[in-house]
């Protein structure tokens, strides 16, 4: 369904930095800024569990050594 895209170590990052960002108009009150970090953190969760970037699909970039073609 969707082509990886990422290495694992690009993944794991991804997820260490999502779980500072989801949570953050919970912790620092619902501002617009706030709410702009917590959907950057929703898309590099996302990037993370199905390790595909559509920024690097659109640019041709393939992290993930055991996927190039």
Do not use: D, H, W
Request: net charge positive; proline share 3%; aromatic share 14%.
């Amino acid at each position: 369904m969707f082509k990886i895209n990422q290495n694992i170590s690009e993944r794991i990052l991804r997820f260490l930095i999502s779980i500072i960002l989801v949570p953050c108009p919970f912790i620092f009150g619902i501002t617009l800024y706030s709410i702009f970090l917590s959907i950057i953190g929703i898309i590099l969760l996302f990037n993370s569990v199905t390790g595909t970037c559509y920024t690097y699909m659109a640019l041709g970039i393939n992290t993930c050594e055991v996927c190039k073609e």
